[in-house]
């Protein structure tokens, strides 16, 4: 299947990361049909989907036009046959969990046409943990999306061990054709590329607050005045390139022995899950809110990333 031959996408879990994919595809000419389980979760992603799109119009991303386009685009239903009976590409965007995915996979390899390829939203699986037995294993691809998806530019695309270069291709130009910035990730390993680094990262910052070296709130100022600005411009290895490698050698010898090891999750992360305290999704998390506050927070961190998208990607998406 070429680029030319993709017209109707399909998304598979409405939550957090599936109504944004689907409203990125919707934006950018694609019919769109939206499935889950209930319509109360189909009727609450159209909400956000609308609530995100103002935003655009707002910021004047896009115009109204564009957005009474898009949303004529997309479909709802919790009938998954319906739903991908004749998508041309699924993209799956469920829990984080195998046997779900596998489950879903297998029935998707079933319902879909056979020209249909197939995407996972997974976040650190592989695509062979879960999708190794479906006979399409040809056109089985991870694209991994960032949150929030309609606005961060980078999407990870990490192969299977049988998904075939037109497969590969065809996603990566149609990433492209979509707005995104795709990333070829050329080996396949757990969490990727970019949810290693992160974690990598956050295991370091969790251990800096539960020793009391600073607060969340100064943690969180110290990695936005300093890495996250510059990083948004340049990348970690340009970074390196710029200060001098003998200066980065002479840090890291320094400083490797002393940064946190743990292979296990932070105590204080498992007791926040095991007392509910999500975050944005429960109210309390390391920080605490109301929900309203949640949804301001959310407003003004996503008209920050439009203003730093306009600033910074678009010459490098075009």
Not at 39 to 53: C, G
Not at 81 to 108: G, H, M, N, P
Request: net charge negative; hydrophobic share 40%.
């Amino acid at each position: 299947m070429k680029l030319e031959d993709v017209r109707n996408v399909s998304v598979i879990g409405a939550g957090i990361m599936g109504h944004g994919i689907a409203q990125t595809y919707a934006l950018a000419g694609y019919q769109v049909s939206i499935n889950d389980v209930n319509d109360s979760l189909l009727d609450n992603a159209m909400e956000h989907i609308k609530a995100d799109l103002d935003v655009l119009v707002d910021d004047a991303f896009i115009s109204q036009n564009e957005v009474n386009n898009a949303l004529c685009r997309i479909t709802t239903t919790s009938d998954l046959e319906k739903a991908v009976c004749d998508s041309d590409f699924v993209t799956e965007a469920i829990i984080e969990d195998s046997e779900a995915k596998r489950k879903l996979f297998d029935q998707l390899d079933v319902l879909c046409p056979p020209r249909t390829v197939l995407a996972s939203n997974s976040s650190s699986l592989l695509i062979s943990d879960f999708a190794s037995g479906i006979r399409r294993r040809d056109k089985v691809i991870l694209t991994h999306w960032f949150n929030p998806p309609h606005i961060v530019p980078a999407v990870e695309i990490i192969r299977g061990r049988e998904t075939s270069d037109e497969t590969a291709e065809l996603v990566y130009a149609l990433l492209k054709k979509v707005g995104k910035m795709p990333v070829r990730i050329l080996k396949e390993i757990p969490g990727y590329l970019v949810n290693r680094i992160q974690m990598a990262m956050i295991r370091e910052v969790w251990y800096l607050w539960e020793q009391g070296i600073a607060s969340p709130e100064d943690i969180d100022l110290a990695v936005r005045g300093s890495l996250g600005f510059r990083l948004a411009s340049i990348g970690p290895l340009l970074t390196a390139d710029m200060a001098g490698i003998d200066t980065y050698y002479r840090v890291t010898k320094y400083l490797f022995p002393l940064i946190n090891d743990s292979h296990e999750p932070p105590l204080t992360i498992r007791k926040m899950v095991e007392d509910g305290q999500l975050g944005a999704k429960s109210g309390k998390g390391v920080f605490d809110h109301s929900q309203e506050e949640w949804n301001k927070i959310i407003k003004r961190r996503d008209k920050e990333f439009l203003r730093r998208l306009k600033a910074l990607y678009r010459s490098e998406k075009d």
